[in-house]
T-cell receptor, first 113, second 109 residues
């Protein structure tokens, strides 16, 4: 299984809502990543988890809260988002942090109204 | 500050043409340079380059890294409409990837 899955595929939420994005991999990878990608821009790193511990937080606003409950799962909790947070949110994993290739999930397209 | 710049930003060609995409970088301490193809959703992996001067090939695609001049190129020969996508290069460092700006390629039938 060389797949990273993400749910939901699409999400529309209001600025007062609380929602969560989920990411799962069963490749035994010990590093997982959240990226944000705006239209016509490259992915921007948000968070890196290594061995279930948060290793990097790229100065992401606190309205985004990551969680890594176990080595296969990565969540991104969303609260009080702004319309400018609308983007494609990509999850990725790699065997270890910074190693070789990252495998990307299909992404969640988020629209904040 | 680490920087990865791709050129051109966008490119329109006809089927059968050959294209060369460029990726130049100012990044210290990176492990490898990677090329990805991104269509509608997630980037898909094309090549990983770690050594200078060694060409990687996969079908009509090939890529090479020049660590002295700090750039990489991705060549696509005999382009097809299915090659239309955004091509991203990324540098893999400790813990994270730094993505380039991307080149948007459109191949016309």
């Amino acid at each position: 299984d060389t797949e990273v899955t993400q749910t939901p595929k699409h999400l529309v939420m209001g600025m007062t809502n609380k929602k969560s994005l989920k990411c799962e991999q069963h490749m035994g990878h010990r590093a997982m990543y959240w990226y944000k990608q705006k239209a016509k821009k490259p992915p921007e790193l948000m968070f890196v988890y290594s061995y279930e511990k948060l290793s990097i937080n790229e100065s992401v606003p606190s309205r985004f809260s990551p969680e890594c409950p176990n080595s296969s799962l990565l969540n991104l909790h969303l609260h009080a988002l702004q319309p400018e947070d609308s983007a494609l949110y990509l999850c990725a994993s790699s065997p270890i942090a910074g190693a070789i290739t990252q495998y990307f999930g299909p992404g969640t397209r988020l629209l904040v109204l | 500050e680490d920087k990865v710049v791709q050129s051109p930003l966008s490119l329109v060609v006809h089927e059968g043409d050959t294209v060369t995409l460029n990726c130049s970088y100012e990044v210290t301490n990176f492990r490898s340079l990677l090329w990805y193809k991104q269509e509608k959703k997630a980037p898909t992996f094309l090549f990983m380059l770690t050594s200078s001067g060694i060409e990687k090939k996969s079908g009509r695609l090939s890529s090479i890294l020049d660590k002295k001049e700090l750039f990489s190129i991705l060549n696509i020969t005999a382009t097809q409409t299915g090659d239309s996508a955004v091509y991203l290069c990324a540098l893999s460092g400790t813990y994270k990837y730094i993505f380039g700006t991307g080149t948007r390629l459109k191949v016309l039938a």
